[in-house]
Protein backbone atom coordinates (compact mmCIF):
# COMPACT_ATOMS: atom_id res chain seq x y z
CA UNK A 1 0.00 0.00 0.00
CA UNK A 2 1.94 3.49 -0.72
CA UNK A 3 0.53 6.75 0.81
CA UNK A 4 -1.74 7.63 -1.74
CA UNK A 5 -3.97 4.59 -0.90
CA UNK A 6 -3.38 5.21 2.75
CA UNK A 7 -4.75 8.86 2.48
CA UNK A 8 -8.39 7.63 1.41
CA UNK A 9 -8.68 5.88 4.93
CA UNK A 10 -11.05 8.06 6.64
CA UNK A 11 -10.86 8.86 10.15
CA UNK A 12 -13.62 6.94 11.17
CA UNK A 13 -12.22 3.51 9.60
CA UNK A 14 -8.90 4.20 10.81
CA UNK A 15 -10.64 4.81 14.72
CA UNK A 16 -11.81 1.08 14.11
CA UNK A 17 -8.66 0.05 12.89
CA UNK A 18 -7.45 -0.85 16.39
CA UNK A 19 -9.97 -2.78 17.41
CA UNK A 20 -9.72 -5.17 14.07
CA UNK A 21 -5.93 -5.49 14.73
CA UNK A 22 -7.25 -6.69 18.56
CA UNK A 23 -9.59 -9.22 16.97
CA UNK A 24 -7.18 -10.33 14.38
CA UNK A 25 -4.49 -10.76 17.00
CA UNK A 26 -5.92 -13.07 19.19
CA UNK A 27 -7.32 -15.16 16.17
CA UNK A 28 -3.52 -15.52 15.17
CA UNK A 29 -2.58 -16.11 19.30
CA UNK A 30 -5.43 -19.29 18.55
CA UNK A 31 -3.59 -20.66 15.43
CA UNK A 32 -6.79 -19.12 13.41
CA UNK A 33 -4.99 -18.65 9.73
CA UNK A 34 -8.39 -17.21 7.75
CA UNK A 35 -11.70 -16.04 8.48
CA UNK A 36 -14.75 -15.40 6.58
CA UNK A 37 -16.54 -11.75 7.12
CA UNK A 38 -19.39 -13.95 8.37
CA UNK A 39 -17.30 -15.39 11.12
CA UNK A 40 -15.60 -11.99 12.09
CA UNK A 41 -18.71 -10.21 11.59
CA UNK A 42 -20.33 -12.52 14.63
CA UNK A 43 -17.19 -12.34 16.83
CA UNK A 44 -17.13 -8.35 16.83
CA UNK A 45 -20.86 -8.16 16.70
CA UNK A 46 -20.82 -5.74 13.71
CA UNK A 47 -22.68 -6.50 10.12
CA UNK A 48 -20.62 -8.82 8.23
CA UNK A 49 -21.06 -5.50 5.15
CA UNK A 50 -19.56 -3.23 7.67
CA UNK A 51 -16.24 -5.47 7.96
CA UNK A 52 -16.09 -5.90 4.49
CA UNK A 53 -16.29 -2.06 3.71
CA UNK A 54 -13.83 -1.35 6.20
CA UNK A 55 -10.90 -4.07 5.20
CA UNK A 56 -11.29 -4.90 1.23
CA UNK A 57 -9.89 -1.04 0.74
CA UNK A 58 -6.41 -2.30 1.78
CA UNK A 59 -6.28 -5.16 -1.07
CA UNK A 60 -7.51 -8.31 -2.29
CA UNK A 61 -7.37 -10.33 0.99
CA UNK A 62 -10.61 -10.96 1.43
CA UNK A 63 -11.63 -13.72 -1.34
CA UNK A 64 -14.56 -15.09 -2.03
CA UNK A 65 -14.80 -18.41 -0.59
CA UNK A 66 -11.37 -18.15 1.05
CA UNK A 67 -11.97 -15.68 3.32
CA UNK A 68 -9.64 -12.85 4.87
CA UNK A 69 -6.01 -14.50 5.46
CA UNK A 70 -5.49 -13.19 9.47
CA UNK A 71 -1.83 -12.67 9.32
CA UNK A 72 -1.51 -10.94 5.84
CA UNK A 73 -4.53 -8.13 7.28
CA UNK A 74 -3.43 -8.39 10.71
CA UNK A 75 0.44 -6.85 9.57
CA UNK A 76 -1.21 -4.94 7.17
CA UNK A 77 -3.01 -2.93 9.35
CA UNK A 78 -0.20 -3.15 11.84
CA UNK A 79 1.31 -0.94 8.95
CA UNK A 80 -1.33 1.07 8.54
CA UNK A 81 -1.48 2.19 12.47
CA UNK A 82 1.91 2.74 12.27
CA UNK A 83 2.63 -0.09 14.51
CA UNK A 84 5.61 -1.63 12.65
CA UNK A 85 8.05 0.59 14.58
CA UNK A 86 9.07 1.67 17.92
CA UNK A 87 8.19 5.18 19.77
CA UNK A 88 9.68 6.48 22.92
CA UNK A 89 7.38 8.05 25.03
CA UNK A 90 7.56 10.26 28.19
CA UNK A 91 4.72 11.03 30.43
CA UNK A 92 4.42 14.81 32.24
CA UNK A 93 3.08 14.58 35.51
CA UNK A 94 3.60 11.72 37.67
CA UNK A 95 0.44 11.39 39.27
CA UNK A 96 -2.32 8.44 39.79
CA UNK A 97 -3.01 8.99 36.20
CA UNK A 98 0.55 8.96 34.75
CA UNK A 99 1.85 6.21 36.90
CA UNK A 100 -1.15 3.69 36.14
CA UNK A 101 -0.04 4.86 32.40
CA UNK A 102 3.79 4.09 32.77
CA UNK A 103 2.99 0.59 34.07
CA UNK A 104 1.02 -0.71 31.79
CA UNK A 105 2.48 -3.03 29.74
CA UNK A 106 -0.12 -3.14 27.21
CA UNK A 107 1.75 -0.46 25.56
CA UNK A 108 4.97 -2.03 25.56
CA UNK A 109 4.11 -4.98 23.98
CA UNK A 110 2.60 -2.78 21.33
CA UNK A 111 5.96 -1.05 20.75
CA UNK A 112 5.20 2.25 22.87
CA UNK A 113 8.35 2.51 25.42
CA UNK A 114 8.64 5.00 27.94
CA UNK A 115 11.69 6.50 28.22
CA UNK A 116 10.98 9.31 31.08
CA UNK A 117 8.45 10.27 33.76
CA UNK A 118 8.85 13.96 34.61
CA UNK A 119 6.82 15.75 37.95
CA UNK A 120 6.84 19.03 39.16
CA UNK A 121 5.98 17.96 43.36
CA UNK A 122 9.22 17.56 44.90
CA UNK A 123 7.86 14.96 47.05
CA UNK A 124 7.75 12.58 44.39
CA UNK A 125 10.87 13.61 42.27
CA UNK A 126 13.43 11.01 42.75
CA UNK A 127 10.71 8.01 43.13
CA UNK A 128 10.44 4.96 41.08
CA UNK A 129 7.68 4.21 38.72
CA UNK A 130 8.17 1.01 37.05
CA UNK A 131 11.86 1.16 35.34
CA UNK A 132 11.76 4.95 35.91
CA UNK A 133 12.30 7.36 38.05
CA UNK A 134 10.57 10.61 38.51
CA UNK A 135 12.79 13.39 37.23
CA UNK A 136 11.96 17.50 37.54
CA UNK A 137 10.49 18.78 35.20
CA UNK A 138 12.89 22.04 35.17
CA UNK A 139 14.91 18.84 33.54
CA UNK A 140 12.66 18.76 30.47
CA UNK A 141 13.64 21.17 27.79
CA UNK A 142 17.31 19.78 28.69
CA UNK A 143 15.93 15.72 28.17
CA UNK A 144 14.41 16.22 25.09
CA UNK A 145 17.15 18.03 23.33
CA UNK A 146 19.17 14.98 24.08
CA UNK A 147 16.87 12.08 23.80
CA UNK A 148 14.71 11.46 20.79
CA UNK A 149 11.19 11.46 22.24
CA UNK A 150 8.29 11.20 19.78
CA UNK A 151 5.14 11.26 21.86
CA UNK A 152 4.77 13.12 25.39
CA UNK A 153 1.28 12.21 27.48
CA UNK A 154 0.45 15.12 29.29
CA UNK A 155 -1.30 13.46 32.37
CA UNK A 156 -1.04 17.54 34.66
CA UNK A 157 -3.54 19.58 35.73
CA UNK A 158 -5.15 21.40 32.27
CA UNK A 159 -3.87 25.41 34.35
CA UNK A 160 -0.08 23.72 33.41
CA UNK A 161 -0.74 22.49 29.78
CA UNK A 162 -0.28 25.22 27.34
CA UNK A 163 2.89 26.22 29.40
CA UNK A 164 4.54 22.61 28.89
CA UNK A 165 3.11 22.07 25.02
CA UNK A 166 5.23 24.59 23.58
CA UNK A 167 8.06 22.90 25.44
CA UNK A 168 7.39 19.88 23.22
CA UNK A 169 6.38 21.46 20.47
CA UNK A 170 9.92 23.07 20.11
CA UNK A 171 11.84 20.29 21.13
CA UNK A 172 10.94 17.55 18.59
CA UNK A 173 8.07 15.94 19.52
CA UNK A 174 5.69 14.33 17.26
CA UNK A 175 2.86 13.89 19.42
CA UNK A 176 1.38 14.88 22.30
CA UNK A 177 -1.20 12.55 24.15
CA UNK A 178 -3.62 14.97 25.84
CA UNK A 179 -5.03 13.94 29.16
CA UNK A 180 -5.32 17.27 30.48
CA UNK A 181 -8.27 19.25 29.87
CA UNK A 182 -7.66 21.40 28.15
CA UNK A 183 -7.77 21.96 23.83
CA UNK A 184 -4.14 22.52 23.41
CA UNK A 185 -2.65 24.78 20.33
CA UNK A 186 0.29 23.15 17.94
CA UNK A 187 1.66 23.29 14.35
CA UNK A 188 0.01 21.06 12.30
CA UNK A 189 2.88 18.37 11.90
CA UNK A 190 2.77 18.13 15.76
CA UNK A 191 -0.33 15.59 16.40
CA UNK A 192 -3.10 16.38 19.45
CA UNK A 193 -4.78 12.95 20.57
CA UNK A 194 -7.17 14.18 23.14
CA UNK A 195 -7.88 11.25 25.64
CA UNK A 196 -10.45 13.54 27.76
CA UNK A 197 -11.38 11.12 30.42
CA UNK A 198 -14.95 13.19 31.27
CA UNK A 199 -15.71 13.42 27.83
CA UNK A 200 -16.23 9.62 27.88
CA UNK A 201 -17.81 9.46 30.58
CA UNK A 202 -20.51 12.17 29.57
CA UNK A 203 -21.28 9.77 26.61
CA UNK A 204 -22.11 7.41 29.23
CA UNK A 205 -24.42 9.45 31.06
CA UNK A 206 -26.44 10.56 27.91
CA UNK A 207 -26.96 6.94 26.79
CA UNK A 208 -28.02 6.35 30.51
CA UNK A 209 -30.17 9.32 30.23
CA UNK A 210 -31.66 8.49 27.01
CA UNK A 211 -32.86 4.77 28.33
CA UNK A 212 -34.38 5.52 31.36
CA UNK A 213 -36.41 8.28 29.34
CA UNK A 214 -37.40 5.50 27.13
CA UNK A 215 -38.19 3.41 29.82
CA UNK A 216 -40.14 6.07 31.71
CA UNK A 217 -42.15 7.08 28.82
CA UNK A 218 -43.36 3.55 28.11
CA UNK B 1 -36.98 19.22 24.74
CA UNK B 2 -38.85 16.06 24.52
CA UNK B 3 -37.85 12.46 23.71
CA UNK B 4 -38.84 12.86 20.22
CA UNK B 5 -36.59 15.34 19.51
CA UNK B 6 -33.60 13.74 21.90
CA UNK B 7 -33.53 10.58 19.57
CA UNK B 8 -32.95 12.58 16.74
CA UNK B 9 -29.72 14.29 17.39
CA UNK B 10 -26.86 11.56 16.41
CA UNK B 11 -24.25 9.79 18.10
CA UNK B 12 -21.35 12.10 16.56
CA UNK B 13 -22.97 14.85 17.53
CA UNK B 14 -23.46 13.37 21.01
CA UNK B 15 -19.32 12.98 20.91
CA UNK B 16 -19.15 16.59 20.13
CA UNK B 17 -21.72 17.90 23.10
CA UNK B 18 -19.03 17.84 25.94
CA UNK B 19 -16.76 19.75 24.02
CA UNK B 20 -19.53 22.38 23.99
CA UNK B 21 -20.28 22.23 27.33
CA UNK B 22 -17.07 22.92 28.67
CA UNK B 23 -16.64 25.90 26.56
CA UNK B 24 -19.63 27.02 27.37
CA UNK B 25 -19.08 26.56 30.85
CA UNK B 26 -15.60 28.58 30.46
CA UNK B 27 -17.99 31.42 29.19
CA UNK B 28 -20.39 31.65 32.13
CA UNK B 29 -17.54 31.06 34.31
CA UNK B 30 -16.06 34.48 32.56
CA UNK B 31 -19.09 36.21 32.84
CA UNK B 32 -20.24 35.82 28.93
CA UNK B 33 -23.77 35.68 28.68
CA UNK B 34 -24.27 35.86 24.98
CA UNK B 35 -21.69 34.18 21.76
CA UNK B 36 -22.31 34.29 18.09
CA UNK B 37 -21.02 31.23 16.41
CA UNK B 38 -18.01 32.91 14.61
CA UNK B 39 -16.88 33.86 18.17
CA UNK B 40 -17.68 30.19 19.37
CA UNK B 41 -16.28 28.62 15.85
CA UNK B 42 -12.57 30.78 16.54
CA UNK B 43 -12.38 30.08 19.96
CA UNK B 44 -13.28 26.35 19.20
CA UNK B 45 -11.64 26.42 15.93
CA UNK B 46 -14.46 24.53 14.35
CA UNK B 47 -16.40 25.79 11.53
CA UNK B 48 -19.16 28.06 12.61
CA UNK B 49 -21.14 26.39 10.12
CA UNK B 50 -20.62 23.21 11.97
CA UNK B 51 -21.01 25.06 15.15
CA UNK B 52 -24.66 26.13 14.06
CA UNK B 53 -25.66 22.34 12.44
CA UNK B 54 -24.79 21.14 15.68
CA UNK B 55 -26.34 23.62 18.00
CA UNK B 56 -29.00 24.77 15.90
CA UNK B 57 -31.31 21.74 16.71
CA UNK B 58 -32.07 21.94 20.37
CA UNK B 59 -34.08 24.95 19.54
CA UNK B 60 -33.89 28.35 18.52
CA UNK B 61 -30.92 29.39 20.65
CA UNK B 62 -28.71 30.94 17.94
CA UNK B 63 -30.73 34.03 16.81
CA UNK B 64 -29.72 36.39 13.98
CA UNK B 65 -27.68 39.52 15.07
CA UNK B 66 -27.58 38.00 18.75
CA UNK B 67 -25.79 35.32 19.38
CA UNK B 68 -26.05 32.12 21.46
CA UNK B 69 -27.38 32.42 24.93
CA UNK B 70 -25.08 30.76 26.60
CA UNK B 71 -26.55 29.81 30.10
CA UNK B 72 -29.57 28.47 27.81
CA UNK B 73 -27.46 26.64 25.62
CA UNK B 74 -24.87 25.29 28.19
CA UNK B 75 -28.65 24.33 30.47
CA UNK B 76 -30.01 22.57 27.62
CA UNK B 77 -26.53 20.87 26.50
CA UNK B 78 -25.97 19.80 30.17
CA UNK B 79 -29.73 18.36 30.20
CA UNK B 80 -29.34 16.24 27.17
CA UNK B 81 -25.64 14.90 28.29
CA UNK B 82 -28.04 13.73 31.35
CA UNK B 83 -25.59 16.06 33.89
CA UNK B 84 -28.75 17.58 35.66
CA UNK B 85 -28.54 14.90 37.48
CA UNK B 86 -26.14 13.23 40.40
CA UNK B 87 -24.58 9.25 39.17
CA UNK B 88 -23.79 7.10 41.93
CA UNK B 89 -20.55 5.13 41.07
CA UNK B 90 -17.66 2.31 41.93
CA UNK B 91 -14.47 1.28 40.60
CA UNK B 92 -13.92 -2.01 40.28
CA UNK B 93 -9.97 -2.50 40.21
CA UNK B 94 -8.07 -0.09 42.51
CA UNK B 95 -4.87 -0.47 40.98
CA UNK B 96 -2.82 3.40 39.96
CA UNK B 97 -6.14 3.89 37.02
CA UNK B 98 -8.58 3.07 39.66
CA UNK B 99 -7.25 5.28 41.69
CA UNK B 100 -6.11 7.86 39.90
CA UNK B 101 -10.46 7.78 38.35
CA UNK B 102 -11.19 7.73 42.30
CA UNK B 103 -9.12 10.93 43.09
CA UNK B 104 -10.15 13.10 39.96
CA UNK B 105 -11.76 15.78 41.39
CA UNK B 106 -13.35 16.89 37.98
CA UNK B 107 -15.77 14.03 37.96
CA UNK B 108 -17.49 15.08 41.54
CA UNK B 109 -17.91 18.31 39.59
CA UNK B 110 -20.00 16.74 37.24
CA UNK B 111 -22.21 14.72 39.26
CA UNK B 112 -20.37 11.30 39.11
CA UNK B 113 -20.15 10.56 43.04
CA UNK B 114 -17.90 7.18 43.77
CA UNK B 115 -19.82 5.32 46.62
CA UNK B 116 -16.99 2.25 46.43
CA UNK B 117 -13.85 0.71 45.10
CA UNK B 118 -13.49 -2.98 45.32
CA UNK B 119 -10.38 -4.97 44.05
CA UNK B 120 -9.32 -8.71 44.58
CA UNK B 121 -5.86 -8.25 45.74
CA UNK B 122 -5.57 -8.77 49.52
CA UNK B 123 -2.70 -6.83 50.09
CA UNK B 124 -4.85 -3.16 49.14
CA UNK B 125 -7.92 -4.14 50.20
CA UNK B 126 -8.44 -2.33 53.79
CA UNK B 127 -6.56 0.88 52.43
CA UNK B 128 -7.73 4.39 51.66
CA UNK B 129 -8.18 5.62 48.67
CA UNK B 130 -9.75 9.30 49.07
CA UNK B 131 -12.70 9.17 50.99
CA UNK B 132 -12.90 5.53 50.10
CA UNK B 133 -11.99 2.07 51.34
CA UNK B 134 -11.20 -0.44 49.30
CA UNK B 135 -13.59 -3.69 49.36
CA UNK B 136 -12.74 -7.02 48.88
CA UNK B 137 -14.51 -8.45 45.02
CA UNK B 138 -16.19 -11.05 46.84
CA UNK B 139 -18.67 -8.41 48.47
CA UNK B 140 -19.20 -6.97 44.99
CA UNK B 141 -22.75 -8.50 44.85
CA UNK B 142 -24.02 -7.80 48.26
CA UNK B 143 -23.07 -4.52 48.13
CA UNK B 144 -24.73 -3.70 44.49
CA UNK B 145 -27.85 -5.43 46.21
CA UNK B 146 -27.49 -2.71 49.08
CA UNK B 147 -26.90 0.21 47.37
CA UNK B 148 -28.19 1.75 43.89
CA UNK B 149 -25.36 2.23 41.44
CA UNK B 150 -25.71 3.86 38.49
CA UNK B 151 -22.11 3.01 36.84
CA UNK B 152 -19.45 0.73 37.58
CA UNK B 153 -15.96 1.41 35.79
CA UNK B 154 -13.61 -1.50 35.02
CA UNK B 155 -10.26 -0.95 35.71
CA UNK B 156 -9.21 -4.67 35.69
CA UNK B 157 -7.17 -6.96 33.28
CA UNK B 158 -9.21 -8.04 30.62
CA UNK B 159 -9.16 -11.68 31.66
CA UNK B 160 -11.38 -10.59 34.90
CA UNK B 161 -13.47 -9.04 33.03
CA UNK B 162 -16.20 -10.98 31.66
CA UNK B 163 -16.69 -12.66 35.18
CA UNK B 164 -17.42 -9.39 36.92
CA UNK B 165 -19.96 -8.29 34.06
CA UNK B 166 -22.45 -10.69 34.47
CA UNK B 167 -22.94 -9.56 38.56
CA UNK B 168 -23.21 -5.81 37.37
CA UNK B 169 -25.71 -6.65 34.57
CA UNK B 170 -27.91 -9.10 37.22
CA UNK B 171 -27.47 -6.46 39.95
CA UNK B 172 -29.27 -3.03 38.69
CA UNK B 173 -25.89 -0.95 37.06
CA UNK B 174 -27.30 0.56 34.19
CA UNK B 175 -23.81 1.22 32.16
CA UNK B 176 -19.80 0.14 32.59
CA UNK B 177 -17.34 2.28 32.04
CA UNK B 178 -15.39 -0.51 30.60
CA UNK B 179 -11.40 0.49 30.99
CA UNK B 180 -10.31 -3.08 30.29
CA UNK B 181 -9.13 -4.17 27.23
CA UNK B 182 -11.84 -6.32 25.79
CA UNK B 183 -15.65 -5.96 25.07
CA UNK B 184 -18.49 -6.97 26.95
CA UNK B 185 -21.86 -8.79 25.95
CA UNK B 186 -24.42 -6.81 28.06
CA UNK B 187 -28.33 -6.20 27.56
CA UNK B 188 -29.51 -3.36 25.74
CA UNK B 189 -30.67 -1.83 28.59
CA UNK B 190 -26.76 -1.86 30.40
CA UNK B 191 -24.48 0.40 28.60
CA UNK B 192 -20.94 -0.18 27.96
CA UNK B 193 -18.45 2.88 26.89
CA UNK B 194 -15.60 1.71 25.94
CA UNK B 195 -12.06 3.27 27.00
CA UNK B 196 -9.43 1.30 25.85
CA UNK B 197 -6.87 3.50 25.84
CA UNK B 198 -4.55 1.84 23.96
CA UNK B 199 -6.70 2.17 21.12
CA UNK B 200 -6.12 6.03 21.72
CA UNK B 201 -2.62 5.68 21.24
CA UNK B 202 -2.93 3.57 17.99
CA UNK B 203 -5.01 6.60 16.62
CA UNK B 204 -2.27 8.65 17.80
CA UNK B 205 0.67 6.20 16.00
CA UNK B 206 -1.44 6.23 13.04
CA UNK B 207 -1.32 10.06 12.85
CA UNK B 208 2.09 10.24 13.37
CA UNK B 209 3.07 7.55 10.96
CA UNK B 210 0.87 9.74 8.36
CA UNK B 211 2.73 12.67 9.05
CA UNK B 212 5.89 10.67 8.43
CA UNK B 213 5.02 9.16 5.45
CA UNK B 214 3.94 12.98 3.79
CA UNK B 215 7.59 14.35 4.92
CA UNK B 216 9.77 11.14 3.48
CA UNK B 217 7.95 11.42 -0.10
CA UNK B 218 8.33 15.29 -0.18
Not at 12 to 24: E, N, T
Not at 76 to 90: A, C, T
Request: aromatic fraction near 8%; include cysteine.
Amino acid sequence: MDNNDKEKISIAVVKRLPRYYRYLGDLLEHGITRISSNDLSRRMNVTASQIRQDLNKFGCFGQRGYGYNVEMLYNEIKKILGLDREYSLIIIGAGNLGQALANYSNFKKRGFNFIGIFDINPEIIGKKVGNLIIQNVDGLENFLKENKVDIAVLSIPKTNAPQISPILVNNGVKGIWNFSHIDLKTPNNVIVENAHLTDSVMTLSYKISEIENIEQSE
